[in-house]
């Protein structure tokens, strides 16, 4: 079997490190800027919830990258970024009349592409750890704790929603983040050989398969 030279991996990781850092830095200065100011401090870590996801993703390439990984972060950033990717997805299509009207449609038709390939960051770090107790308790509760924060203290995204249709939005976030944790604890235990397909994923999959983890990181 030919792999892909160890250097293009390395830098396909290093690439998507920086992009993803660059993706949160965006959504939390920019997207998220006045959400923040209308937000009680200590309820900050569930406004940006993309960011977050992508800045967790790039968190664990970043540890690939240096031959590294923790359990805990790799779940969390698996889990995040799956659900947050695919309720993004999910809601631009619900209310595409107002997300792609001709004011807003480039800068949702990037947001669009954007997390397509968080979805498919996701899918990239399926099977390519073990599930560690604290790693399934710690992922579990924070998404959880994402959802109650946004429903009931207020702090999801805006969107162009009804009361009726704010709660089943609610509803579908809750039900999402149960598919995401039980998709990739799945996914955990079958090494997600059907993403190994690409070559280009396959040899990132490799990668991030490396058997190292950081002391105390789980």
Not at 166 to 177: D, E, K, N
Not at 198 to 210: G, Q
Request: proline residues 4%; hydrophobic residues 55%; positive net charge.
């Amino acid at each position: 079997m030919v792999f892909l030279n160890p250097k293009t991996v390395r830098r396909a990781l290093l690439i998507l490190a920086l992009a993803g850092f660059l993706s949160f830095l965006y959504g939390v200065f920019f997207y998220h800027a006045g959400q923040f100011a209308e937000t009680n401090l200590f309820l900050w870590p569930f406004v940006p919830d993309c960011p977050l996801a992508a800045l967790l993703v790039a968190a664990v390439f970043l540890l690939s990258y240096f031959n590294r990984k923790s359990s805990v972060l790799s779940f969390l950033a698996a889990t995040a970024s799956l659900k947050y990717s695919l309720w993004t997805l999910a809601v631009l299509f619900a209310f595409s009349d107002y997300f792609f009207a001709p004011q807003r449609a480039f800068l949702y038709s990037v947001l669009f592409i954007g997390h397509s390939i968080l979805l498919l960051e996701s899918l990239l770090l399926a099977g390519t750890f073990d599930i560690s107790s604290a790693a399934f308790f710690f992922s579990t509760l924070f998404l959880f704790l994402s959802d109650f924060s946004d429903y009931f203290l207020s702090t999801n995204p805006a969107i162009p929603a009804t009361p009726h249709q704010l709660f089943l939005v609610g509803v579908f976030t809750f039900f999402l983040s149960l598919f995401s944790i039980l998709a990739h604890f799945h996914w955990s235990k079958k090494h997600a050989k059907f993403f190994k397909s690409w070559r280009l994923f396959r040899e990132l999959h490799r990668h991030l398969y490396a058997d190292r983890k950081i002391p105390g990181l789980g």
